[in-house]
């Protein structure tokens, strides 16, 4: 299975990027999906969920400004980011969990976000 994260740039601080996930596999079997965020010299953390019901999940830090949607036609993730804040700079990554296959990561994409 593989996952092609784009959609990483430069923007200033409250600023917008829209990050998009494909998924070489039918999210059908998908449990559910998520973002990460690796922030320099940083452990990679978790920004956002979607599960197969449609329940989601944000950490405090991005509540409100970020959120997960998931086409299962066109079998993409992604993650639309408001008010960027230079703290979000980082690299992101999707995964998606299978229910019959475990974990499955895409390679990230840059964001970096000015002050």
């Known amino acids: 299975v593989q996952l092609q994260a784009y959609g990483g740039g430069s923007v200033q601080a409250g600023g917008s990027l829209r990050l998009s996930c494909e998924v070489s596999?039918?999210?059908?079997?998908?449990?559910?999906v998520h973002w990460y965020h690796q922030a320099p010299g940083n452990q990679r953390a978790l920004v956002a969920s979607?599960?197969?019901?449609?329940?989601?999940n944000y950490p405090r830090s991005v509540e409100g400004r970020f959120r997960i949607s998931r086409d299962k036609i066109k079998n993409t993730v992604a993650l639309q980011m408001n008010n960027l804040k230079p703290e979000d700079t980082g690299v992101y990554y999707c995964?998606?969990?299978?229910?019959?296959?475990?974990?499955?990561w895409g390679q990230g994409t840059q964001v970096t976000v000015s002050s």
């Open positions: 995964s998606v969990d299978w229910r019959d296959y475990g974990q499955s």
């Open positions: 596999r039918d999210m059908f079997y998908s449990d559910a």
């Open positions: 979607l599960t197969s019901d449609g329940r989601t």
